[in-house]
Nanobody, 114 residues
Framework: QVQPVESGGGLVEAGGSLRLSCVVSGSIFRVNYIGWYRQALGKQRELVAIITRGGSTNYADSVKGRFTISRDNAKNTVYLQMNSLKPEDTAVYYC????????WGSGTLVTVSS
């Protein structure tokens, strides 16, 4: 069993940057993949970025070139570096770890002001 815990959300102006962190309890090596998802008010949860055990990454078209997902195995942590933020990036960001089944964190709120 694993448990993701997110941090790093906050209020930022458009064009600014934030780095989200997801600490995964237990060994991150056991996890098949870790993804960042987001859910804006009134909208469905959507995939933002994902990184596999082997280090492969994939991004939603809306964030390509602006967001970067990375991992630090020694710290059991996955990061989401978000640059050139836009008001439409405002959402609760969730970390998901897949090990047999999906494990979700409780989310961290990112608010981008125009």
């Amino acid at each position: 069993q694993v448990q993701p815990v997110e941090s790093g959300g906050g209020l930022v102006e458009a064009g600014g940057s934030l780095r989200l962190s997801c600490v995964v309890s237990g060994s991150i090596f056991r996890v098949n993949y870790i993804g960042w998802y987001r859910q804006a008010l009134g909208k469905q949860r959507e995939l933002v970025a994902i990184i596999t055990r082997g280090g492969s990454t994939n991004y939603a078209d809306s964030v390509k070139g602006r967001f970067t997902i990375s991992r630090d195995n020694a710290k059991n942590t996955v990061y989401l570096q978000m640059n050139s933020l836009k008001p439409e990036d405002t959402a609760v960001y969730y970390c998901n770890a897949n090990l047999v089944r999906d494990y979700w964190g409780s989310g961290t709120l990112v608010t981008v002001s125009s």
